[in-house]
């Protein structure tokens, strides 16, 4: 079981950046496999980027690629999302997940442990 606490959100302007940070505790984290997540304001859930255990396998949604970059560091138990030339439309609350056993990273149901979330607003 894993325990997790997203931090970093805020209100920035468009072209700006922003690094979340999620903070596992409890056991065996360096195997799981992290993934990050949004929901924006009276849409459903959707998923962002995510990172195997390993680090080898990283998936990003076509919507923030090349502008989000997920990445891990096993030995503080946390995993980041780094956001860059953020845009209105990046405006969501934000999540991690995690799960021990995954078969599609990608996928919304395949995390059983979830954070709180943190909000990330981007103005014009």
């Known amino acids: 079981q894993v325990q997790l606490v997203e931090s970093g959100g805020g209100l920035v302007q468009a072209g700006g950046s922003l690094r979340l940070s999620c903070s596992a505790s409890?056991?065996?984290?360096?195997?799981?496999?992290m993934g990050w997540f949004r929901q924006p304001p009276g849409k459903e859930r959707e998923f962002v980027a995510a990172?195997?255990?390993?680090?080898?396998?990283?998936y990003n949604a076509d919507s923030v690629k090349g502008r989000f970059t997920i990445s891990r560091d096993n030995a503080k138990s946390t995993v980041y999302l780094q956001m860059n030339s953020l845009k209105p439309e990046d405006t969501a609350v934000y999540y991690c997940?995690?799960?021990?056993?995954?078969?599609?990273?990608?996928?919304?149901?395949?995390?059983?442990?979830w954070g709180q979330g943190t909000q990330v607003t981007v103005s014009s």
């Open positions: 997940a995690a799960d021990l056993q995954i078969a599609s990273m990608t996928r919304r149901a395949e995390y059983d442990y």
């Open positions: 409890g056991r065996t984290f360096s195997r799981y496999t």
């Open positions: 990172i195997s255990w390993r680090g080898v396998d990283i």
